[in-house]
């Protein structure tokens, strides 16, 4: 499946903020969207001095926003989507659960990959383990209990050991326990929606999809 390739930062500036797609360069290079504040095109200045968007137009971008956080296409995203209504509770934190519970993510999270399509990498080309198996599929759902590794040939990669030696990596999650000198981390519960810090309104993308 084609992924976006273009230049990362103007899909920042299109949602007027910092999505930290770069990895470790979006907290030490200066950044697109500090220094021009608007969305990109030849009519981004004029957006930008537009004061109200309509319910749609905000309803759309929130949803926007967080497919690029974690790097996911309008299929896999509404999958995700009608697979979060089907089940009990508020399916806006069902969404954010099940996003935060792909391999590339908790691939990320742990500290094994500088940012989301890094760790997506790790996992395509088969530097991670999930209980022992080599798994390559990064919308792969981890549940409790799971252990994910990387593999023991890939250990001492450069992207692995420079992303866990970052300074600015990171605090691991209350959910994840790691051992990072074996690079080991395991899922210790399943997440809630108070447990991840992700600074979108869900609500928004749920009232979208229920058009």
């Known amino acids: 499946m084609a992924r976006y390739t273009g230049p990362v930062c103007k899909l920042c500036r299109r949602e007027g903020g910092k999505l930290f797609l770069k990895g470790q360069k979006c907290y030490t290079e200066k950044c697109p969207v500090e220094r021009r504040a608007y969305p990109p095109g030849q009519h981004g200045p004029a957006q930008a001095r537009r004061r109200k968007q309509s319910d749609y137009a905000t309803q759309l971008r929130e949803k926007q926003k967080v497919k690029r956080i974690y790097g996911l296409h309008e299929k896999q995203f509404r999958n995700l989507f009608v697979n979060a209504a089907s089940v009990p509770g508020r399916t806006g934190d ?94 210790v519960r399943r997440p809630t929606r108070a447990d991840i810090p992700l600074a979108a309104q869900e609500q928004l993308i749920v009232e979208l999809y229920s058009k």
Do not use: C
Request: net charge positive; no cysteine.
């Open 94 to 187: 069902n969404l954010v659960v099940a996003l935060e519970s792909r391999l590339d993510n908790v691939v990320f999270r742990m500290g094994f990959a500088a940012s989301r399509n890094a760790a997506r990498q790790l996992v395509r080309h088969r530097h991670v383990e999930v209980n022992g198996h080599v798994v390559d599929v990064p919308s792969y759902a981890v549940g409790p209990g799971d252990e994910i590794a990387v593999r023991p040939k890939s250990k001492d990669m450069f992207p692995v050991v420079a992303s866990l030696e970052a300074r600015t990596r990171p605090t691991l999650l209350e959910w994840l326990a790691l051992d990072e000198k074996s690079r080991v981390g395991r899922m």
